[in-house]
């Protein structure tokens, strides 16, 4: 059996032998007839980066058969804002390698991901999926390579307060129960998202512990297994909607976002990433990191400030972004650092297996044990308001960017820092509000839209609703403003 299927939860893949890009439409219908499936459910990601959906009843073999391949038409102006309403009507097709049994749903039923089509049959421009794959063929044909992405999903979890095993502020991470509290909630979210197709590398309780207003808020942490951005992007949206699910299933309330107590730990979405070549990661050799990793550091540093316009969608993200704290603010990047933007954590390099054996003994030298090249560089300003699509999107231009410039390589030397980079005089800044990050894209949009990844229409929906909340120097006006500065993470509690 391929060791891709073997011990997979995925329950797609173990009723059909099969992974999912190998999925047809005449596999579904099977599994549909064999498991007793009532309903049909698809979902697509509107303008607002959340998963939507649609229920279908299953009437007979020939409707869903129909379902399954016509797809169904959408109003598009109430799922996008740029989308005019007399000529709205879309389509949405499923995609067949994306179908999971939805855990949550009364009746036996099956989800499917869908992409959006214009009334002529062609792809929607501006669709979130589609801006993914149109980055990543860019990407591929012009540099041969293959972005894979990875992302960190960090959450709190509120609920009244433990008097037994109280949390200690700031002082989450790693803990375990009783100590830290709700990893049954993660922990049931890792399965579940699991067997709805997810690759979940593993799951810790993070920092973030803060006692407010006799609630306890508990911060969470779910880091993905890299796969190809265009996949990458479906799990995170997915993944978002599970655990929103079982919290409320719990009872509880869950939050993404950036902040929620100024001066407490906020919620990131670090994305990794890493780049093949012909299925080899290229990130990493037997001298370090490669070139090509450095090139795409710079990608990243020279398009950091537009990239937020994708990463950091509202206000409060720039309560999270300030300066001597693990948020980065300086445009920089380091190894193992924490407080540089783009920092490149261990990668296995040079340890081969000598770490088994001492920890193992009895492990014998020639147990060919394959140490695999993870590197990875991680971007560490984002947060859980971002948009997945059109970050990941957005990060594989700025990755071509960097392998196609000129003095990547200089850049990238220059821009190394090994020290705290907050104390580093001469770099420059993130934005510092959504308005400067309007500012960064309106900058570099001709970079988003060379070669039509990004429509020309969506860049400037995007600094429209990024100027809209009219914040230029938000943090020195809610200085001592308690209240309004409350009613700000309030608004904005349950974004992405």
Same mark, same amino acid.
């Given at each position: 059996?391929?060791?891709q299927?073997?011990?997979n939860p995925n329950r797609?893949i173990?009723a059909?032998?099969k992974l999912?890009?190998e ?7 099977r599994?549909?007839? $064999?498991?007793?499936?009532?309903m049909?459910n698809?979902r697509y990601v509107?303008?607002d980066?959340?998963?939507k959906?649609?229920?279908?009843v299953?009437n007979?073999k020939a409707?869903?058969?129909r379902v399954l391949?016509m797809g ?10 740029f989308?005019a309403a007399?000529?709205?009507?879309l #389509?949405?097709v499923?995609r067949?390698?994306?179908a ?5 749903a009364d009746l036996?039923t099956?989800?499917l991901?869908?992409?959006f089509y214009d009334?002529?049959g062609?792809p929607?421009e ?7 794959r ?6 591929t044909e012009?540099?041969g390579?293959v972005m894979?992405?990875l992302g960190?999903l960090?959450?709190?979890l509120f609920?009244e307060?433990?008097t037994i095993y109280?949390i200690?502020?700031q002082?989450?991470y ?5 100590f830290s509290?709700?990893?049954?909630v993660?922990?049931?979210?890792? $399965? %579940? ?5 997810g690759t979940?590398? #593993? ?6 512990n803060?006692?407010s207003d006799d609630?306890?808020?508990v $911060?969470?942490?779910i880091e993905?297994l890299?796969a190809?951005?265009e996949d ?5 949206? +997915? ?12 009872? @509880?309330?869950?939050?993404f976002?950036p902040?929620?107590?100024?001066g407490?730990a ?9 780049f093949?070549k012909?299925?080899?990661n290229?990130?990493?050799?037997? *001298?370090?990191l490669t ?8 990608? #990243? ?10 990463g950091? +969608?509202v ?5 999270r972004?300030v300066?001597?704290q693990e948020a980065?603010?300086?445009i920089?990047?380091g190894?193992r650092n ?6 490149v954590p261990?990668g296995w $390099?040079g ?6 054996r001492?920890?193992n003994p009895?492990?014998p030298a020639d147990s060919?044990?394959r140490?695999?090249?993870?590197q +990875?560089?991680?971007?560490r300003?984002?947060d859980g308001s971002?948009n997945? #699509?059109? %970050?990941?999107a ?14 990547a390589? *200089?850049?990238?030397?220059r821009?190394y ?8 005089e *001469? @770099?420059?800044?993130?934005p510092?509000?959504c308005?400067?990050s309007?500012d ?5 949009r ?5 070669g039509g990844v ?7 929906a ?8 009219d914040d ?10 308690s209240e309004?500065l409350?009613?700000?993470v ?6 992405g």
């Open positions: 059996m391929n060791n299927i073997a011990l797609l173990k059909l032998g999912p890009a999925f047809t439409r005449a596999d579904i219908i599994f549909v007839e $064999q498991n007793d499936i009532r049909l698809f509107a303008g980066g959340r998963l959906k649609l229920n279908f299953i007979s409707h869903l058969d391949a169904e038409r959408v109003d598009g102006s109430s799922l996008f804002p989308v007399d000529s709205s009507d #389509y949405v499923p067949f390698r994306s999971f049994v939805n855990p949550f036996p099956l989800d991901i869908c992409s009334n002529r062609e929607l501006s669709a979130p999926e589609y801006i993914v149109k980055a990543q063929s860019a990407l012009r540099t390579l894979e992405a960190e960090e959450y709190y609920s307060i433990d109280p200690v502020e002082k989450g790693h803990e375990s129960h009783p509290k709700w990893g049954l993660r922990r049931e979210v890792m $399965q %579940l998202v699991s067997e709805m197709g979940i590398k #593993y799951g810790h309780a993070e920092v973030g803060i006692i609630l306890e808020m $911060q969470h942490e993905f890299p190809p951005i990458a992007a479906d799990q995170l949206v +997915t993944a978002k909607w599970a655990i929103r699910e079982v919290a409320y299933r719990h009872g @509880l309330e869950v939050s976002a902040k929620i107590i100024v407490q906020g919620s990131g979405m670090h994305v990794h990433t890493r093949t012909d299925g080899v290229v990130m990493a050799d037997d *001298g370090g070139d090509t990793a450095k090139k795409v550091i710079a990608g #990243y540093l020279l398009c950091s400030k537009s990239l937020t316009a994708f950091n +969608t206000p409060t993200s720039f309560l972004l300066p001597h980065p603010t300086s920089c990047w190894d924490r407080s540089v933007l783009v920092r261990l $390099q340890v081969g297996d000598r770490m088994l001492h920890a009895l492990e060919n044990v140490i695999e090249n993870n +990875t560089v991680e971007l300003s984002p971002a997945v #699509y059109m %970050l990941l957005g990060m594989a231009v700025a990755a071509r960017h960097g392998l196609e410039h000129p003095d390589l *200089g850049i990238a030397e821009l820092v090994k020290a705290d980079a907050s104390k580093v *001469g @770099l420059e800044q993130l510092a509000s308005s400067e309007a960064g894209l309106e900058a570099d001709a970079r988003y839209e060379d990004f429509p020309a229409g969506l860049i400037d995007i600094i429209g609703r990024l100027k809209s909340y230029l120097n938000l943090s020195e006006r809610l200085v001592g403003d309004s409350k009613a700000l309030s608004e904005h509690l349950h974004c």
